[in-house]
């Protein structure tokens, strides 16, 4: 629980204000994972009320799913990960971005949120490399009438689109020996 007083934010004009009232906040989290033999359920919640939605916007209910199966293909070489995660909040008056000022404003003219925004992911890790596979905005035009995909006012997420990449440190290891980029492994064998 929060209470703010002399909050300064930026009104629907663009214009700096500082509101004169104090501002009550009450959030609550929650998050738990649950682990299933080898099903994950990463589970977050964020419940929050604002007594002045004008000076001070948030979502009722935040919702962050990571729900994943995760097993070897090869044991201890190469892992899986194969899952979805979902982000949902309930409708809002999602603040606007200036890119004049560089800064966030309150608009209160639209609406958002109330519709999830879907990600089916591939993970397979590899010794030290990573690679990924992702479709990200699955769910678009599942709700044909709720289609607002934004991270800001007037500023979409993106589509649906589908990604595939690759992260793979190239590092000495500290306290090996100079020239060695990885000592041996789990057998002895050196690389």
């Not at 929650?30 to 004008?54: A, C, G, M, P, T």
């Not at 990200?136 to 289609?147: D, F, L, Q, R």
Request: aromatic share 14%; net charge positive.
């Amino acid at each position: 629980y929060s209470m703010l007083g002399n909050t300064l934010y930026y009104g629907a004009d663009g214009i700096i204000r500082q509101s004169d009232q104090v501002v009550s906040v009450i959030t609550a989290a929650l998050r738990k994972e649950f682990v299933l033999w080898k099903i994950h359920l990463d589970n977050k919640l964020l419940v929050q009320y604002s007594s002045n939605q004008e000076v001070m916007p948030a979502p009722l209910l935040s919702l962050n799913l990571r729900w994943f199966g995760q097993f070897d293909i090869v044991k201890k070489i190469l892992q899986m990960q194969l899952g979805v995660n979902c982000l949902y909040t309930t409708s809002w008056y999602m603040p606007g971005y200036n890119p004049n000022l560089g800064v966030f404003y309150n608009q209160r003219k639209e609406e958002f949120g109330n519709c999830p925004y879907l990600d089916v992911f591939v993970n397979m890790q590899w010794k030290r490399a990573c690679i990924f596979l992702k479709a990200e905005n699955v769910g678009m035009g599942v709700v044909p009438e709720k289609s607002d995909y934004f991270s800001a006012n007037h500023y979409i997420r993106t589509q649906r689109t589908f990604k595939v990449g690759m992260f793979w440190p190239f590092y000495t290891q500290p306290g090996r020996a100079k020239g060695a980029v990885m000592g041996p492994d789990e057998h002895g064998h050196n690389h």
